[in-house]
């Protein structure tokens, strides 16, 4: 059974960093597609930054600022977020992608609060 549990989410003041944290579980990390995803009040979510075997990719908006990074010994995906700002804040969601038997397959994690404000 598949499991991703997200940590490190909390309030910070803007300017300020936080790292957050997705736990994996049930599933082969290591051929996996991880991702961050956040959805504010309001808006859609979206797709924040995203790691494969190789590669990353960044939202425009958080490009220089957040780094995605993984740890394929520990299954575990990171997204170290600095310079933050009151825009940020959102619910962050973790996401896994892989395939097995030829079929694509999607998993959410539970998502952790970031808040930024004075």
């Known amino acids: 059974q598949v499991h991703l549990v997200e940590s490190g989410g909390g309030l910070v003041q803007p300017g300020g960093s936080l790292r957050l944290s997705c736990a994996a579980s049930?599933?082969?990390?290591?051929?996996?597609?991880m991702s961050w995803y956040r959805q504010a009040s309001g808006k859609e979510r979206e797709l924040v930054a995203a790691?494969?075997?190789?590669?990353?990719n960044y939202a425009d908006s958080v490009k220089g600022r957040f780094t995605i990074s993984r740890d394929n010994v520990k299954n575990t995906v990171s997204l170290q977020m600095n310079s933050l700002k009151p825009e940020d804040t959102a619910l962050y969601y973790c996401?896994?992608?892989?395939?097995?038997?030829?079929?694509?397959?999607?998993?959410w994690g539970q998502g952790t609060q970031v808040t930024v404000s004075s």
């Open positions: 996401k896994a992608a892989f395939i097995t038997d030829w079929r694509r397959n999607e998993y």
């Open positions: 049930g599933f082969a990390f290591r051929s996996s597609v």
């Open positions: 790691v494969g075997s190789s590669s990353t």
